[in-house]
Structure formats: C-alpha cells, structure tokens
C-alpha cells in the first residue's frame, strides 16, 4: 500500500499571510486530489490534478503538482478565517488499484 | 435533496446494543463507501459498493455489518463494538469505484462507544 505523506502536521497563521502545505509519496500517482474538511463536516473535494507539473488555481488557492507525479503542494494567499479546517491530499497509485488518504494538515487561521 | 446524507449526526450507544448508521446520496453515482476517521488517522477505508456490489472489504471486524439495498442507500449495521470503535464514520459516493472523479462525503456520524 502506498502512502502519502502531509506537512507540516498542524499549522496556525495569522489572517493575510500567505502559506504552502506539501504532500508527498515515493511513489507515482496517476492523480491527485486535495480536499478540505471543516469541523464536524466531511471532506470536500477542491481539485483534482492529472498532469504532471499541472497548475490550477481556485481563488486564493493554486495548486500543483510535481513533474513526476510522486508529489503535490497547495499555496494559500491571504489566508482568511475560513480557510480554517483540515487539508487532505488523496490519489490513486499509478496501477489503479489503490485509493489512499494522506493524514493532512490542519490549519488554523487566526483573526 | 441533493449531495451526501448521513444518519444520525451524533450516536452514544453501549458495548451491547445494535444500531445502524444510514447513508443515501442522490447524485446518480454509481460506488458508495464507509470510511472511519479517528483521531490522529488517516481515513480508513472500510468498505465499497459499486453498483451494489460489495467490491472491498478491508478487513474490517465483523461487528460491522454493511447493507447496500440500492445504488442510493447504504448502511452501516454495528453489533458489541468496543470503545475503540468510537470516531467520525464517514459515508461517500463516487461516479465509478476508482475515486479519479473525486468522491463526495456526507456530513459523517459522529460515535461513541460506552
């Protein structure tokens, strides 16, 4: 079973400062997934990246994914209040046969 | 109603009783799945259903019992769980059983086990 690796563990900002959170494997993904779970909610879907060095932004949020497929990052601009919860990275092994969460980041952005 | 709903939010129950957790998704979708969540974890995956089928079973203890009547419902059946078992169950739906479309969750039912 491959695994994914999230950093930094937990996180706190304050409101405006910019941030980069990492999710990391030794091994390659055919894609990619991060999603965002606030408290006592589930997991919501962000973005999916398929392509390798693939960019997309969502608002205040870009995300990327590494040339070769083994990493991805997710970059927050001025951070807000609401970007408060936990940040999950999820993908799927390069034979797709395996469907993995990463432990995620939790953040906290403070007013 | 559209996306995810869980059933109930919140459920204390003791090492001896029965309960069920319900999950129904109205978005067409074709693969359904309990994960658990605990403290400190990576979601773990439970189960799936695609096309309600039970497709995997991650060796999960048999006092988890999962129903899939339809492609719109799932349950979670628990019978004499441990303490252990407490933590945030999460159901989720998918276009197809490989997730690369993305999986949408409910809102989870939170368990504590007495």
């Known amino acids: 079973t491959q695994l994914l690796e999230q950093s930094p563990q937990f996180l706190s900002i304050q409101e405006g400062e910019n941030l980069t959170v990492y999710c990391n494997s030794s091994?390659?993904?055919?894609?990619l997934q991060w999603y965002r779970q606030e408290p006592g909610e589930g997991p919501v879907l962000l973005v999916t990246?398929?392509?390798?060095?693939e960019v997309k932004k969502l608002k205040r949020l870009t995300f990327q994914f590494g040339d070769a497929r083994k990493d991805s990052s997710l970059h927050i601009t001025a951070a807000q209040p609401g970007d408060t919860g936990l940040y999950l990275c999820?993908?799927?092994?390069?034979?797709?046969?395996?469907?993995?969460f990463g432990p995620g980041t939790r953040l906290s952005v403070l007013p | 109603e559209t996306g995810v709903t869980q059933t109930p939010r919140h459920l204390v129950m003791g090492m001896t009783n029965k309960k069920s957790l319900k999950c129904e998704q109205h978005?067409?979708?074709?693969?359904m799945y309990w994960y658990k969540q605990s403290a400190k974890k990576p979601l773990e995956l439970m189960f799936v259903?695609?096309?309600?089928?039970?497709?995997e079973n991650n060796s999960v203890p048999s006092r988890f019992s999962p129903e899939c009547p339809n492609s719109s419902h799932l349950f979670l059946h628990l019978h004499t769980l441990q303490p252990e078992d407490s933590a945030l169950y999460l159901c989720?739906?998918?276009?197809?059983?490989?997730?690369?479309?993305?999986?949408?969750f409910g809102s989870g039912t939170r368990l504590t086990v007495v």
């Open positions: 990246v398929v392509t390798g060095g």
């Open positions: 989720a739906s998918s276009q197809d059983p490989t997730g690369n479309y993305g999986y949408t």
């Open positions: 999820a993908g799927e092994d390069n034979y797709g046969q395996n469907f993995v």
């Open positions: 259903y695609s096309l309600e089928e039970r497709v």
């Open positions: 978005l067409g979708h074709n693969a």
């Open positions: 091994s390659v993904f055919s894609s």
